[in-house]
């Protein structure tokens, strides 16, 4: 049996997508090898959001061209955003690529290995559902669910839209109904997918439309469900009725990645993002007059073009007031084709770095507080096994969505009660007090 590997990159989004791959490679007859070495098939399912991703990727695809040299019948195959937006010069500039889909084009993924020519290579088109397809599920507990593909926003650093097309939302009978099966199977935790998840169904007819408010609701009646989280929102999207089905669901975590991406109302006016300075402190005021103990992580890009000291100040100035859990900091990367690449005030590299070495300090220090904080409290914990590196140690994750350690043992999937006894700003560490559910 020819075995398959898959190496992923970027966001929930490929990991689910991911799973798809896996499914309909093991449809196709092939087995899953247990590393690249062992693989007669490479997969790479690519993200292509900053030049970081794309010089990592291309470092891959060159060790796989050694390896092919040595072993001819090895196929490598490309899939996910840096594939298709390489569409053009995938199969001249990389002659070793045998197949090559974008990521409205995996169902496609089969027929592009056995194709010849231009055949090899499936792109545009995001008509299909991934979703619809097989998967391969990682946990048996814990599953992705997508609600839409693609993004309406016009966020003048990102080239997403032009990767993943316009928003698609899919119909709420087939996602409840996948989410029905998905606990049928055992699932308790989901979480919902979509670039801009909160944007969920405005493109449905009115016959058929679905807020994202009433999904939450409705996934939050599916009995066996009792963790619902969701990514990403975006603030704009963030109105009223969310966040009363946040607060009223009684199996939506008390968690939310609200990304911020610049504090400076001027710079988020550049960024196209629609909201400013005022609007996202009014956002989390409300967010936390709902759900007191809520834990809020954020994206923030540093060094955006014309990004000024006094911006920067304001992103810290919003950081701090604001406290969140954790966050993911970027420096800013131009994309080709994205409106700000083409903005002639980008910042000196050394700027950005320094920058983001305050940010980083700023959102450590906060982590650790807040973590800080729950020591003392009991938190419910679902477990997800022995941890990685000491297997007398088991981890899981709080619904405040923290990394939690722990003894004794719980298997994975079961729910447990943690009193939290130490915390560094990554983890919370403690003793179970008493299974909630075995
Ligand atoms: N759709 C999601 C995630 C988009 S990509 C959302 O809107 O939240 C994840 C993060 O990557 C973004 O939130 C942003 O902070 C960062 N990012 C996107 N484009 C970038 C770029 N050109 N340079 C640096 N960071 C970028
Ligand atoms: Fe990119 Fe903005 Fe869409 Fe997120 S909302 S995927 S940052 S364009
Ligand atoms: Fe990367 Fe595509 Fe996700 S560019 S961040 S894998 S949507």
Same mark, same amino acid.
């Given at each position: 049996m020819r075995r398959y590997h898959v190496?992923?990159?970027?966001? #929930?989004?490929?990991?689910?997508?991911?799973?798809? !791959?896996?499914?309909?490679?093991?449809?196709?007859g092939l087995g899953e090898a247990p590393d690249r070495d062992a693989a007669d098939v490479l997969v790479f399912n690519t993200c292509t959001i900053r030049e970081k991703a794309d010089d990592r990727l291309v470092q891959h695809l060159h060790d796989a061209r050694g390896r092919k040299e040595r072993d001819p019948d090895l196929q490598v195959v490309v899939a996910g955003c840096w594939a298709e937006s390489q569409r053009e010069a995938i199969f001249r500039e990389f002659p070793w690529v045998d197949a090559a889909v974008g990521p409205g084009r995996i169902?496609?993924?089969?027929?592009? =290995?056995? *194709?010849?020519?231009?055949?090899?290579?499936?792109?545009?088109s995001f008509d299909d559902f991934a979703a619809d397809l097989p998967r391969r599920r990682e946990r048996d507990f814990q599953a992705w669910l997508q609600l839409s593909m693609g993004c309406n926003s016009v966020c003048s650093y990102c080239i997403v839209p032009s990767v993943r097309g316009r928003e698609r939302s899919r119909h709420p009978r087939e996602v409840l109904a996948e989410a029905r099966q998905l606990a049928a199977e055992g699932v308790t935790? !989901?979480?919902?997918?979509? #670039?801009?998840?909160?944007?969920?169904?405005?493109?449905?007819?009115?016959?058929?439309?679905?807020?994202?408010?009433?999904?939450?609701?409705?996934?939050?009646? !599916?009995d066996g469900i009792s963790r619902i989280r969701f990514m990403s929102p975006h603030p704009?999207? =963030?109105?009223?009725?969310?966040i009363a089905a946040m607060a009223e669901s009684d199996a939506v975590c008390n968690q939310l990645h609200l990304p911020l991406q610049s504090g400076s109302t001027r710079v988020l006016k550049r960024m196209r993002r629609t909201y400013d300075q005022g609007r996202y402190l009014d956002l989390v005021a409300r967010l936390r007059d709902a759900m007191p103990d809520i834990a809020l992580t954020t994206d923030v890009i540093v060094g955006f073009p014309g990004e000024s000291d006094a911006d920067f100040e304001d992103t810290l100035d919003v950081y701090e007031q604001v406290g969140f859990d954790h966050a993911f900091t970027f420096i800013y990367s131009p994309r080709r084709g994205t409106e700000a690449a083409a903005f002639e005030d980008q910042v000196a590299d050394e700027v950005k770095h320094e920058r983001l070495e305050r940010l980083v300090d700023v959102v450590q220090r906060h982590?650790?507080?807040?973590?800080? *904080?729950?020591?003392?409290?009991?938190?419910?914990?679902?477990?997800?096994?022995?941890?990685?590196?000491?297997?007398?140690?088991?981890?899981?994750?709080?619904?405040?969505?923290?990394?939690?350690?722990?003894?004794?043992?719980?298997?994975?999937?079961?729910?447990?009660?943690?009193?939290?006894?130490?915390?560094?700003?990554?983890?919370?560490?403690?003793? !179970?007090?008493?299974?909630?559910?075995?």
């Open positions: 190496t992923t990159f970027g966001c #929930q989004m490929n990991v689910h997508d991911s799973e798809r !791959i896996k499914g309909m490679l093991e449809g196709a169902g496609s993924l089969a027929d592009a =290995m056995r *194709a010849e020519g231009d055949e090899r290579g499936a792109f545009g935790e !989901i979480m919902l997918l979509g #670039q801009n998840v909160n944007s969920y169904g405005r493109d449905l007819s009115p016959d058929e439309r679905c807020t994202f408010a009433e999904m939450l609701r409705a996934v939050d009646a !599916i704009k999207d =963030m109105r009223g009725d969310v982590a650790a507080a807040r973590n800080a *904080a729950l020591v003392g409290t009991t938190q419910e914990v679902l477990s997800e096994g022995p941890s990685r590196t000491d297997p007398g140690v088991f981890r899981g994750k709080t619904r405040g969505n923290k990394t939690a350690l722990f003894t004794p043992a719980a298997p994975a999937g079961s729910v447990v009660s943690m009193v939290v006894e130490e915390s560094t700003s990554q983890t919370l560490r403690g003793r !179970i007090l008493s299974p909630v559910v075995a």
